[in-house]
Nanobody, 127 residues
Framework: QVQLVESGGGLVQAGGSLRLSCAAS????????TAWFRQAPGKEREFVAA????????YYADSVKGRFTISRDNAKNTVYLQMNSLKPEDTAVYYC????????????????????WGQGTQVTVSS
């Protein structure tokens, strides 16, 4: 079993930056593809970014490409989401998710592909 705990959320002004962390328990986490999703009030959960087990491959939603960077440190069992140039429309609860697959494929954009989820961390961007 894998447990995921997100941290790093908060209130930031538009144009600012935040770095989210997803700390995982379980020895097998380093072999899992991992992703970030977000859900804004009244909206459906949406894909943000995903990274393969090695960190060598990553996917991004068009809305965050060039502003957000996903990375991982398998020695620390942690995945990060560096968020720069934040916009008010980035306001949401951000969730970390892990899949038992090591590699990414077209399913990685879909929440149902992931087996483990964290509890979420709130990110609020003020204008």
């Amino acid at each position: 079993q894998v447990q995921l705990v997100e941290s790093g959320g908060g209130l930031v002004q538009a144009g600012g930056s935040l770095r989210l962390s997803c700390a995982a328990s379980g020895r097998t986490f380093s072999s899992y593809a991992t992703a970030w999703f977000r859900q804004a009030p009244g909206k459906e959960r949406e894909f943000v970014a995903a990274i393969s087990w090695s960190g060598g491959v990553s996917y991004y939603a068009d809305s965050v490409k060039g502003r957000f960077t996903i990375s991982r440190d398998n020695a620390k069992n942690t995945v990060y989401l560096q968020m720069n140039s934040l916009k008010p429309e980035d306001t949401a609860v951000y969730y970390c998710a892990a899949a038992t697959s090591a590699w990414l494929n077209s399913n990685a954009y879909t929440g149902g592909w992931y087996d483990y989820w964290g509890q979420g961390t709130q990110v609020t961007v003020s204008s």
